[in-house]
């Protein structure tokens, strides 16, 4: 049986919120190297609240560093590519100032590493992952369009390297097989630690969506399929409808059921959380969108008045489904709904829409 915490706060007091963090969870970090993570999804500025919060990093470095390790970096791997974006999109989320030097690109060096996947047989995973002795995470409390919610699990999939982020949602199509391969990443090196910033959280068509959620809360832990379970129960999701807890729990890879665990904080789901897809409403609401997925398919729909034409979603597209005539075209038929177009435009321009299968085929639309 696991222990996860949950403490009120907010970025004015979180110093001292993670500091009763790394009390009740003691770790033994002297004389050892420690990767903290963040999730720095892409070049988003910090108001938008789609990263980690720079105050949670620099309060989580500050105590890393009180316990005397020989080593503390501080990395992610951001969907970007081209040389140099890592360190831009760093700075832009306000987390390369607070490092104090430690700041590292996770993507300059990077080894291939076997995989137990149905998907892929091998991945690129920045070395300072699979080398560091401690591994601390410290994800955002987000929704997100194909796995529910992205925090400690999802987190992970930060540790691959360059495009094949892209090239995993076009192998593991749906909300189960993604959640399965994003599961066979995080297997790879669970984190030791958990620290998720859910102060302003994330919810409706997460994971850069514009609706944000006071929640107030740090989440933490030292499994993060448990810490999970408890974020997803504060959000009103529960565990076991989640695909990618349902996919952990069927591995014993951590509890998804919060009665099983050891809990310290008010576990009570926060009131009015916007949640995508059928989990957003009720009983009826759930069996209604579960038949629409029959006769339904959602896609990414242009919002032209918020589109600045920069081209980043068809460059992060995995199946080539997005060309540029100046505005971004869409080719529905190749389109695998991974949403990656909506993860990383910069201005929320793309939207998720329905379409109806047997009208699309019939007038080609």
């Not at 403490?7 to 001292?16: K, M």
Request: with cysteine; charged share 25%; net charge positive.
């Amino acid at each position: 049986m696991g222990t996860v915490a949950i403490y009120r706060s907010s970025y004015e007091r979180v110093a001292q919120t993670i500091r009763e963090v790394f009390e009740d969870f003691p770790l033994d970090l002297a004389g050892k190297s420690v990767l903290i993570k963040p999730n720095i999804l892409g070049p988003f500025e910090v108001e938008r609240h789609i990263t980690t919060h720079p105050a949670v990093v620099e309060a989580v470095l500050r105590e890393v560093r009180r316990r005397g390790p020989r080593l503390v970096m501080v990395g992610d791997n951001p969907g970007m590519r081209g040389y140099g974006a890592n360190l831009e999109c760093a700075r832009r989320a306000g987390i390369l100032a607070v490092c104090d030097g430690a700041y590292v690109n996770l993507s300059e060096a990077a080894r291939r590493v076997p995989i137990q996947s149905r998907f892929v047989e091998e991945v690129l995973v920045s070395h300072q992952v699979m080398d560091v002795d401690v591994l601390i995470t410290v994800p955002k409390m987000k929704t997100h369009l194909v796995t529910v919610l992205t925090a400690a699990v999802k987190n992970c999939f930060g540790h691959l390297v360059g495009g094949q982020k892209a090239e995993l949602h076009r192998r593991a199509l749906g909300p189960r097989n993604f959640s399965e391969v994003v599961v066979d990443v995080y297997q790879l090196r669970p984190p030791d630690f958990v620290v998720v910033d859910g102060i302003v959280a994330m919810e409706g068509k997460g994971p850069s969506s514009d609706e944000l959620y006071q929640a107030g809360v740090i989440v933490a832990g030292t499994n993060g399929v448990e810490v999970d379970a408890v974020v997803a129960t504060l959000m009103g999701a529960p565990p076991e409808k989640v695909p990618l807890l349902k996919v952990a729990a069927e591995r014993d890879l951590g509890l998804i059921d919060p009665n099983r665990l050891t809990l310290k904080g008010d576990l009570a789901p926060l009131p009015h959380y916007k949640l995508p897809g059928s989990l957003s409403g009720g009983w009826l609401e759930a069996l209604a969108a579960r038949l629409l997925t029959h006769v339904m398919v959602s896609q990414p729909v242009l919002i032209k008045e918020k589109c600045v034409r920069c081209g980043m979603c068809a460059e992060h597209c995995p199946v080539d489904a997005i060309t540029m005539d100046p505005y971004p075209v869409i080719d529905k038929d190749r389109c695998i709904s991974c949403f990656c177009c909506h993860e990383f435009c910069k201005h929320n321009a793309m939207d998720v829409g329905r379409t109806i299968k047997f009208l699309r085929r019939r007038f080609k639309y």
